[in-house]
């Protein structure tokens, strides 16, 4: 338990001097020498010089997460299929964007993943240990063993994604939805770290999803599938098509590649894209979508009154390209004590996000073994 509880520390919240470890967790010096001596031997934690302080004596060493040890983190989409490598010390050390020509199947997914992840294994340094993989599903994930029930975007209905990675790769697989993960990174390494009561939505070529966080815990519903904002119907008065019809429906990635001329980008890519398109149409489609928006936003804050609202994904490039008109409109539909006690806030880990969130799946189990 006092080496996961170190571990945790310095995975979460950062470097951290033997000394500091002492005071935050009230075992004595030579308690935390051993356990910090146990975690560098399993090469779980490193020891590194101090930096340079005022103080009389010799500084303690400074205990930080081993940057040797990593999670492979995947994300697949309706056009590409996205991997990473996560180092424990919260690093995304590589990425690969594999775009596809058509909505993959379970099955091509877990192709292209396991050839994606072959390229990036044989490059490393022997130094290096892989302790899995998550994934971010952009659907309803079990979370017990990585079973897709449902994937609308993917067309993804009851598949052992789970068990053909593992069986494609060799190494053990949890997976989750992305959406949900997102919410839990930015509310442990991000935009919301401070806040116990948080809102996150998310959006990407797959839909719209979320994940809610009160008194510090995910809500996840009884099995797991919390947070599906996309899929409430919104009405918007800017928006006669938003009517009848579902959020993503309305506020959609690809409604907005195709008004900027293009069929697929990196989230990066769309946000150049739109800094650098001044056409009136793309304006006006960007204060639509943002409008309809407004709408199943304001229904969040009015039902949970969270203290932070945290937008990801296109989403917060859509709130960044127009932070006061989304923010007027929000003020001008959302009960006056709710409005006062939040504030509106773009993703901080950016194109990251769902890289950090899944290898955070790997990480947990890391975390609680104390081992690889």
Not at 184 to 190: D, K, L, M, V, Y
Not at 238 to 253: I, K, M, P, R, Y
């Amino acid at each position: 338990m006092n080496l996961s509880a170190i571990l945790r520390r310095v995975h979460r919240s950062g470097p951290a001097s033997r000394a500091e470890l002492t005071r935050e967790t009230g075992l004595n010096r030579s308690t935390i020498s051993g356990l910090v001596g146990e975690l560098v031997e399993r090469g779980l934690a490193v020891e590194v010089e101090p930096r340079s302080t005022k103080q009389v004596g010799r500084p303690s060493p400074v205990v930080q997460a081993s940057p040797h040890v990593l999670a492979v983190a995947l994300v697949p989409e309706v056009d590409a299929v996205t991997i990473g490598l996560v180092s424990f010390d919260r690093q995304v050390i590589r990425r690969v964007r594999f775009e596809t020509e058509s909505i993959p199947s379970v099955r091509e997914a877990v192709v292209i993943a396991r050839a994606l992840f072959e390229g990036m294994r044989d490059g490393l340094e022997p130094e290096y240990r892989i302790a899995g993989i998550g994934v971010a599903v952009p659907g309803l994930v079990r979370a017990v063993d990585g079973f897709v029930r449902w994937a609308p975007h993917l067309g993804w209905r009851d598949e052992p994604l789970g068990a053909l990675l593992e069986e494609a790769t060799g190494y053990p697989v949890f997976a989750a939805n992305d959406a949900n993960l997102g919410a839990r990174a930015e509310n442990t390494f991000g935009a919301a770290a401070d806040a116990s009561h948080m809102l996150y939505m998310n959006g990407g070529p797959s839909g719209i999803g979320g994940g809610i966080i009160v008194n510090g815990e995910l809500v996840g519903g009884a099995e797991g599938y919390a947070g599906e904002f996309g899929h409430n119907r919104v009405a918007a008065p800017t928006d006669s098509e938003a009517t009848d019809g579902e959020l993503e429906a309305s506020v959609s990635q690809n409604r907005l590649l195709s008004v900027l001329g293009l069929r697929s980008a990196s989230l990066d890519e769309l946000e150049d894209a739109l800094l650098a398109d001044e056409r009136p149409e793309v304006r006006a489609e960007v204060h639509r979508q943002l409008g309809v928006l407004s709408v199943g936003v304001r229904n969040m804050i009015n039902i949970l009154n969270p203290e932070k609202v945290v937008l990801g994904g296109f989403l917060g490039v859509l709130f960044d390209f127009e932070t006061d008109y989304f923010l007027d409109l929000l003020a001008e539909n959302t009960l006056v004590p709710s409005w006062e006690s939040v504030t509106v806030v773009r993703a901080e880990l950016g194109s990251d996000l769902l890289l950090v969130g899944a290898a955070e799946l790997v990480f947990d189990g890391v975390i609680a073994r104390a081992e690889l």
